[in-house]
């Protein structure tokens, strides 16, 4: 069950049919145990990349399949409804660094970089939060110093998705002078790579959802970056995150409607199942409204989802939408999956059903890449921006 209020293209149909399948396949058997176990499985995203999932949106020069956004987006939420651990690594990979590296990079970044990344060979990740720079990140503290030819960074990254097996990092750090700081005009962009001498990874987060899904604080002790990994222009880090976290909402977005419609596909399956009273729950009137509810919501969130994903293919600046498209989806996600444990009642409660992992999942996509709380500020700023 789709329930898109938007035609797919039959390219589109076939791509959500590949992942479907690679999916069912692949991923769903195993997802429980992976929750359990807090495993990363290094093998299933090499497959991702063999089948190009890890480089949908990139040119084909760079051996992506060049696709538009909204595609990918249907292959995110394939991925994401059985198993949001791994629909986030393919979220931030495909968003963040190789959209960050395609915009901004140089030619040698993009040569070295892209490819492989594509292929699945190096996994990449963002690094912008910091212990004490959350919602406020443009208060990180981070600093690189410039030595040579290279730069010296010290600080400490918090919250980076994959952080433990990415090969390829963009790090936010100031380059500004502690003594005369520029706030978020101080802040520059830094291609880093685990095998540079002061890079240590740190604490590893034991976390409520996502527990297939490597989070962790990276440590950067004296680490020495060369000169030529700067990405872009000194001082425009900041910037530069700040545009690139509109194309992740959107995969935030799309990976919170994966959960959602599972939740939904289980506790519809459940309520046909399960008898109380001498008949199925869904009979029940209660239940009827509680599953028409959860399928309305998702089929909500999913058009304006591919509304903004539209938007952005059509080079149109989509800050204000994507923050909608990533609150609306991301609450839709956890009033499903609460809706989905009701159902399910005692048995939604135990880790023996899907459903308790759902809604653990969905909890954090109110979460990352901006709270729910940091998103209404987005889209009320925009609204008087565009004020006349």
């Not at 791509?15 to 807090?38: G, M, V």
């Not at 993009?110 to 594509?118: G, H, I, N, Q, V």
């Not at 291609?191 to 996502?210: A, N, R, S, W, Y």
């Not at 459903?355 to 709270?371: H, M, N, P, S």
Request: charged fraction near 25%.
């Amino acid at each position: 069950m789709s329930w898109a209020l938007i035609p797919l293209t039959e390219e589109q149909r076939e791509i959500q049919r590949t992942a479907r399948e690679f999916a069912a396949a692949e991923i769903a058997p195993h997802s429980a145990a992976w929750d359990r176990d807090s495993y990363f499985d290094r093998t299933v995203i090499t497959k991702m990349g063999e089948l190009g999932f890890l480089g949908m949106m990139l040119p084909e020069e760079f051996g992506g399949l060049e696709l538009p956004t909204t595609t990918y987006l249907v292959a995110l939420e394939e991925i994401a409804a059985s198993d949001a651990s791994i629909a986030v690594a393919m979220s931030v990979h495909n968003s963040l660094p190789t959209q960050m590296l395609l915009k901004w990079g140089s030619a040698a970044q993009k040569a070295r970089f892209l490819a492989p990344m594509a292929r699945g060979e190096l996994l990449g990740a963002f690094a912008l939060s910091e212990p004490e720079a959350g919602s406020d990140a443009a208060s990180l503290t981070t600093q690189a110093v410039r030595d040579g030819d290279c730069w010296v960074l010290n600080g400490t990254k918090a919250w980076v998705t994959s952080g433990s097996e990415a090969d390829v990092i963009i790090v936010m750090a100031r380059t500004d002078s502690p003594s005369e700081r520029r706030g978020a005009r101080g802040i520059s962009a830094f291609v880093v790579t685990p095998d540079l001498p002061g890079f240590k990874v740190g604490k590893k987060e034991d976390k409520m959802g996502l527990r297939a899904s490597p989070t962790v604080q990276l440590e950067l002790a004296d680490l020495r970056v060369p000169a030529d990994n700067l990405l872009g222009r000194e001082g425009a880090g900041f910037t530069m995150a700040m545009q690139s976290l509109d194309n992740g909402r959107l995969g935030i977005a799309a990976q919170a409607i994966g959960i959602a419609r599972c939740a939904l596909e289980h506790a519809t399956l459940y309520a046909g199942e399960r008898r109380q009273f001498g008949k199925p729950i869904k009979e029940f009137e209660a239940i009827q409204f509680k599953l028409a509810d959860m399928a309305t919501r998702i089929a909500a969130a999913r058009a304006l989802l591919y509304q903004a994903a539209a938007a952005k293919d059509r080079g149109e600046q989509i800050t204000q939408y994507s923050s909608m498209s990533k609150l609306f989806a991301s609450e839709t996600a956890m009033w499903v999956t609460t809706q989905a444990i009701q159902i399910f009642g005692g048995y939604g409660y135990v880790k023996e059903y899907p459903v308790e992992r759902l809604f653990r999942d969905a909890k954090v996509t109110e979460i990352y890449e901006g709270t729910s709380e940091i998103q209404r500020i987005v889209i009320a700023r925009e609204l008087y921006s565009r004020s006349p």
